[in-house]
């Protein structure tokens, strides 16, 4: 049995004329974090890699913590706000933000900051920039020189409560199944356990004092 397929669609098929590109976005950049830009009014998010969150830490082979997150952000920001920026779209991800590839002055900004280890290449969609990682990693360039969580896995503990969404509030306000308040600071044996849950009234302080105000005490260990 044959199928006839009108001429007209077949040569839409092959001359692709159904699948055009998404228009570039061009402008000035305004750097949101190490891997989300603002360029003409348009949110972007750049493809191919994961930089830290801006409120995430890493620590040094001493053991000594630092401020990753804030330190990517002054990278990009230096080097790029302000300068005009072309960006190729690939797609849009589930907050609106397109997600496209960008240069600015004829540099690609994700190979420059997966190069210098201020982002990773974020292999579960794009492999773009694996060989950049690999080599930056060989150097102990920027974040490989630490011990860093990857920022994926920061983001789910943050989205579970294991992670507070302001960085300076780190107290946990737990409440027990007994119905006792009890607040677990940084450093305290259940701290890193304590899951926060805002649907059963559970919060996060940023001091102590702000906690027993609320009706907490503190954990005894």
């Known amino acids: 049995m044959y199928v006839v397929v009108p001429v007209f669609a077949v040569f839409l098929a092959l001359s692709g004329v159904a699948q055009a590109a998404p228009p570039e976005i061009g402008g000035p950049v305004t750097v949101i974090d190490g891997d989300t830009f603002d360029i003409g009014g348009t949110r972007v998010r750049l493809h191919g890699i994961d930089a830290p969150e801006s409120d995430q830490t890493c620590v040094t082979e001493r053991a000594v913590a630092w401020a990753c997150g804030t330190w990517v952000n002054e990278i990009v920001r230096e080097r790029y706000a ?5 960006c190729q779209p690939r797609d849009t991800d589930r907050y609106g933000r397109a997600v496209a590839r960008c240069e600015v002055e004829g540099e690609d900004v994700g190979a420059y900051l997966v190069s210098r280890g201020a982002a990773f290449a974020y292999r579960r969609y794009s492999l773009d920039y694996h060989t ?9 360039a920027g974040l490989h020189a630490s011990r860093v969580q990857a920022p994926t896995q920061f983001r789910k503990a943050r989205a579970v409560g294991l992670r507070p969404p302001d ?3 780190r107290i946990k306000g737990n409440i027990s199944a007994a119905g006792v308040h009890i607040y677990h600071a940084p450093g305290q044996r259940d701290y890193n356990r304590t899951v926060i849950r805002p649907d059963k009234d559970e919060r996060w ?3 102590a004092a702000e906690a027993e105000a609320a009706g907490w005490r503190a954990a005894r260990r």
């Not at 302000?82 to 072309?86: E, L």
């Not at 950049?132 to 102990?140: I, S």
């Open 82 to 86: 302000g300068k005009m920026a072309r």
């Open 132 to 140: 950049l990682e690999l080599e930056a990693a060989r150097q102990d």
């Open 167 to 169: 960085s300076s509030c």
């Open 205 to 207: 302080f940023c001091n």
